[in-house]
């Protein structure tokens, strides 16, 4: 069966289509700056034959014109590895919040109403996802389209870890309490730990990257995640400023003058290791700056600390704790994060092999006696998602 993922961006868009369940990877596609004149990448590969497309400036001016210029090409008798849209047994997308629907789902109006409703909490995501759904029933009104949101594999979390002490009516009434994202990266990182560590275990999950959160697994699930109702909370993230004391905003806005958009913009795009360094949201900018720049190490210090701060308390909640992985373009290339926050885990008995992570494959940097294991995962949320709709009975 074969099953396509849509992880759509601000200004990108990117494919995969996965014949199921041999997890082959068919075609991929990949489509930056969607909307700029100037144009930007255009990248198609078929895997089976080995043909690729490549253009560096295709002008696509929207979404629509470059879902249908990857499916002209998937569809093609040339570069092509499907006869037509009947091939595809659903769309898989990584959507990431919907009022009331948090799981895995097939769209209806029902679910994208959820979405619209929730465009508040999670705008810079909800948006582009109801764009590419929409335009995706429009040119293949007879395939099933698969919501797996990043809420679902937090759905196991217990309700101490998901509510938060506020009125109870705010829970109640308004659904206010922690949802997790990231869940197609963390469930991916559970399957990895599962086959290494067979049922049995607690671990940490860091997906560090253009956004970052840490997930508690316990045999598998998630029992608890640094996101919250929101994804600005929890550890700082590039230019977002992750846990803050919200009286902040009162502050702010009550003695100095701000407006919400102000506070809001000044949160999600002045802040994080942004806001800190002052250099750059691209860590390796701040990576490259620190041994000159003072803010640019205080940056890093803060986000390793915090990195720190939740594991310790997840090893607390869980008891002990059998593994450490990281995923995510920081977490698999950053040896300087990495190597920081595993300074502070020798009480734990943790003793590195003094390897470096091999690039593109599950990587293991701990001894075999350590008791505390540290994996280095590659990301494969696309994976993840086509796993849980071919699970599906559609
Ligand atoms: P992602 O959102 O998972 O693609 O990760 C993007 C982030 O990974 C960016 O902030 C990059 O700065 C960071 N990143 C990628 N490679 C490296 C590296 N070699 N060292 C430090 N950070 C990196």
Redesign the pocket.
Known sequence: MNILVCNAGSTSLKFKLYDMPSEAVLAECRIERVGDGNGGLFSYKNEQKGIAVTEEQKVIPDYEAGIRAFLALLTSREQGVIGGHSDIYAVGYKTVLSKGHYGVHVIDDAVLAGMEDYLVVAPAHNTFYLQAIRTFQKIMPATPMVGVFETAYHQTMPKEAYLYSTPYEWYEKYGLRRYGYHGASHSYVADCLTKRLGYEYKAVSCHL??SGSLTAIENGKSVDTSFGFSLQVGLPQ?SRAGDIDPYFIFYLMKEEGFTIDQVEQDLQKRSGILGISGVSN???DV?KAAPQNERAQLAIDIYCREIVRYIGGYAAIMGGLDAIAFT???GE??ATVRGKVLSHFGYLGLRLAGREASRGEVSTLTAEDSPLKVFVIP?NEELGIARQVAAMRL
């Open positions: 990257g253009g590039m691209d860590l390796r990576e995510g373009g920081i290339n950053s990301a």
